[in-house]
């Protein structure tokens, strides 16, 4: 077994600056940032590949404005894991965001062994669906279009640009004389 000793890039999105400094200091020898706002996370994560967020739900001002920002967090970085840091999570709360997409709910009081065992579980798991993803598209492209014969140009021509369009929902219609 291969040891990964990668640095783990870890956002926290809190305006608490003790909050921040606590999970910072559980945290240590990861790469850790910190924004205050919603926009500042956005910001962050289209631009920067983070292994886990650390999210303040507060920053939502009620429940399902925390929800609707985890929301768009995880449309705008799919590949990152969101693990919510809340002052008072109540269950109620829990398994809405879980629901939504949150891997995990943490208490900010929680001691620094186990936010960093929850935030390296969240990049594990993280880790573990891309190798996932990985695998299928290379399934996937290895299954392709076994069945499509042709070697012209136009024919690798057609063939590039189903490649592209595969991964959209969009539809498809393919016309041609009969029997080509």
Known sequence: MLLDVAVRHVLIVDPEVSSVAHGQAALSGMDVEAVATPAGAFERVVGTPFDAVLFDPALGDDDDGALALLHR??????????VIWS?????H???RAM????LDVLKKSAEGAEI????????????LAREVRRL???VEK???????????????????????????????LIVGESGT
């Open 73 to 82: 967090l995880r449309t705008l970085a799919p590949d990152t894991v969101v």
């Open 87 to 91: 002052e008072h999570p109540t269950v």
């Open 93 to 95: 709360f829990t398994v």
């Open 99 to 102: 629901r939504s997409g949150a």
């Open 116 to 127: 960093r065992s929850v935030v390296e579980r969240a990049i594990s798991h993280g880790a």
């Open 136 to 138: 299928r598209g290379e």
């Open 142 to 172: 290895a299954r392709g279009l076994g069945e499509v014969i042709g070697d012209s140009a136009l024919m690798r021509q057609l063939l590039q640009m189903i490649e592209r369009v595969a991964a959209s929902d969009a539809t498809v």
